[in-house]
């Protein structure tokens, strides 16, 4: 992958990491997701499930352009249809769509990466892409569907650290009379690694020139020097 794009798809990551982060309810989160996909991955169509315990089928939390009754009607039982079938093996999809277009759907896993003992499937985050364009703006535009398929795993795991933390909070919270702090806090671990990751690609596009670095993320020198410093960056390294 070229730096640039590499630079791209980790400020995506960051600013997904930021939405799940600001909203105490993730389910509220999911919407927001999608149109980042949509607007800078060209991910159309996306659409997130989560298992519903009481019925064991998998229910649509989200989905671009679906009205809200039609989402609450949308269950998937294990082995239903791709997201059925994603969840009950725990494997990603690949698959053909309308016009051209290329499905994905991936699982999402709690207690551990997929394939990792102890993990679990959860949900579904799938998502549509139109035929290949060499020009195209869009962050995954010239890459091969294994690329798509593992960036798309990296947003299912974003997705599955916040239910897992959010999930074991509420139940100290429980336990403890309401005393532990809000998950948000804790996200913040998923932002502040992002980020070291965002200022590391910045430097390796800039050849290590700090100034360079610091235009192409937003911030000032200064800012990013304090960055750097705390994070133990070393941008001496970087330097062509």
């Given at each position: 992958m070229d730096p640039v794009t590499e630079r791209k798809e980790l400020e995506l990551l960051f600013d997904i990491s930021?939405?799940?982060?600001?909203?105490?309810?993730?389910?509220?989160?999911?919407?927001?997701?999608?149109?980042?996909l949509e607007t800078r991955a060209g991910l159309i169509n996306?659409?997130?499930?989560?298992l519903e315990k009481s019925s064991g089928m998998l229910r649509i939390e989200e989905a671009s352009?679906?009205?809200?009754?039609v989402k609450a009607r949308g269950y998937f039982r294990l082995g239903e249809d791709h997201a059925g079938r994603v969840f009950e093996t725990?494997?990603?999809?690949?698959?053909?769509?309308?016009?051209?277009?290329?499905?994905?759907?991936?699982?999402?896993?709690?207690?551990?990466a997929d394939g990792v003992p102890g993990s679990?499937?959860?949900?579904?985050?799938?998502?549509?892409?139109?035929?290949?364009?060499?020009?195209?703006?869009?962050?995954?535009?010239?890459?091969?569907?294994?690329?798509?398929?593992?960036?798309?795993?990296?947003?299912?795991?974003?997705?599955a650290d916040s239910?897992?933390?959010?999930?074991?909070?509420?139940?100290e919270r429980r336990e403890c009379g309401h005393t532990v702090p809000e998950p948000a806090a804790t996200l913040?671990?998923?932002?502040?690694?992002?980020?070291?990751?965002?200022?590391?690609?910045?430097?390796?596009?800039s050849g290590g020139n700090m100034a360079a670095a610091s235009r192409s993320l937003g911030i000032t020198e200064r800012q990013m020097g304090l960055r750097v410093r705390h994070y133990g960056i070393n941008w001496k390294l970087y330097r062509n």
């Open positions: 930021r939405i799940i982060n600001r909203h105490v309810e993730l389910r509220s989160a999911f919407g927001p997701i999608l149109r980042l996306g659409m997130v499930t989560l352009g679906l009205a809200p009754e725990g494997m990603p999809v690949t698959a053909p769509g309308p016009a051209g277009q290329i499905f994905y759907c991936v699982p999402i896993c709690s207690g551990g679990a499937v959860t949900g579904t985050l799938s998502a549509e892409r139109r035929t290949i364009h060499e020009k195209s703006e869009f962050c995954l535009a010239r890459y091969d569907n294994r690329h798509v398929v593992r960036f798309l795993e990296k947003v299912s795991s974003l997705i239910l897992r933390l959010r999930e074991r909070i509420a139940e913040e671990v998923s932002l502040s690694r992002l980020e070291k990751e965002l200022i590391e690609g910045a430097l390796k596009i």
